[in-house]
C-alpha cells in the first residue's frame, strides 16, 4: 500500500506530506479535511489541537526539519527546524516534501490539512 499524501495549505503558503506508515498517521488520514489554529512555539514549530485524540504509539525525542509530530494525544506539531524535544518525545505522523518555511514566523496560523491528489 503506498504512503498517503497531505497537503498542508495556509495563508501563508502551501506544502505536501507524506504520513508515516503507522496507526496514528492513518487516524489523522481519516479524521481529515481538519482546519486547526495553531501557534508558534520556540521558533522551531507551529503546534495545534486535533479534533480528536489519536493512538498513542512508540515516540522519539529527535525532529528534523519538515516533520509532523503528535505532542500529546491530541497536539498536532510542524516543525520548521530541526532539534530535539523532552521526554516523552513525539510519535512521528509524516514529513513534509515541501518548504516548511513558510511557517517559520513569529504568530498563529490557521491551517487545513487534506488530502493531496
Known sequence: MAQERILISSE????????ADNEAARSLA???PVTINMSDHLRQE???????????LTRQRDF????????SSDHLVIYYRSGRVPSPGIIVLGQATGDVSTFDRPGSVTVTLEAAD
Request: aromatic share 6%.
Open 30 to 32: 481519516q479524521m481529515l
Open 46 to 56: 507551529k503546534t495545534g489541537n486535533l479534533p480528536s485524540a489519536l493512538p498513542e
Open 12 to 19: 501563508w503558503g502551501e506544502v505536501t506530506a507524506t504520513l
Open 64 to 71: 528534523s526539519v519538515g516533520t509532523l509530530g503528535l505532542w
